[in-house]
């Protein structure tokens, strides 16, 4: 049996984007539960010099969404970059969600040697699809939502291993 491009994009980053969403859905409770306001959590961050969560989960969602699109040959959808708080993350996740859904498997699959061109600066960077999948966009994608995760665990929310993976 081979993995196909669909089976290695589409569902890996729907289902990591509702491990998030499950995992923003206990911070917040948990920030509730132990009376202070989850809102702080938003801003959080592990370094100086590194994005907040709130960030951090507008950049995962963008890299889901974006790799879908391109490997089916579309136009990634443009998302507003203005969240403001758990309930606008868990929209986006959810805007996220419905549009990777949208996008049929036989649109993706064949796609290992499709161009893709992204800008990244000033500079245009040419990948094939399984160039682009397996050395760009996943990496990029489990980076953001790890970072998500460190930084809420590095709050001291409650999360372990199992949340990151999700349930099989």
């Known amino acids: 049996m081979t993995l196909s491009m669909y089976e290695a994009s589409a569902p890996r980053f729907a289902n990591m984007l ?3 969403s499950a995992i923003l859905a206990r911070a917040e409770t948990q920030a509730v539960e132990r009376k202070f306001d989850p809102a702080v959590l938003l801003g959080s961050r592990l370094f100086p010099d590194m994005f ?3 960030r951090q989960v507008q950049i995962a ?3 889901a969404k974006g790799p879908v699109a391109r490997l089916a040959g579309l136009e990634p959808p443009r998302h507003e970059d203005n969240e403001a708080s758990f309930a606008d993350l868990q929209a986006r996740i959810a805007k996220t969600l419905d549009f990777i ?9 064949g796609s290992e040697d499709r161009e893709i061109i992204l800008k990244l600066g000033k500079h245009e960077v040419r990948y094939t ?4 999948l397996c050395g760009f966009a ?6 953001h ?13 409650d999360l372990g291993k199992r949340d990151y993976i999700g349930q099989p």
């Open 101 to 109: 859904a949208t996008v049929p498997a036989d649109q993706i699959d």
């Open 138 to 143: 996943l990496p990029n994608f489990y980076f």
């Open 61 to 63: 969602c963008d890299n």
């Open 18 to 20: 509702r491990n998030l």
């Open 52 to 54: 907040p969560l709130l």
């Open 129 to 132: 699809g399984m160039q682009y």
């Open 145 to 157: 939502v790890v970072t998500a995760y460190d930084i809420l665990r590095h709050n001291g929310i």
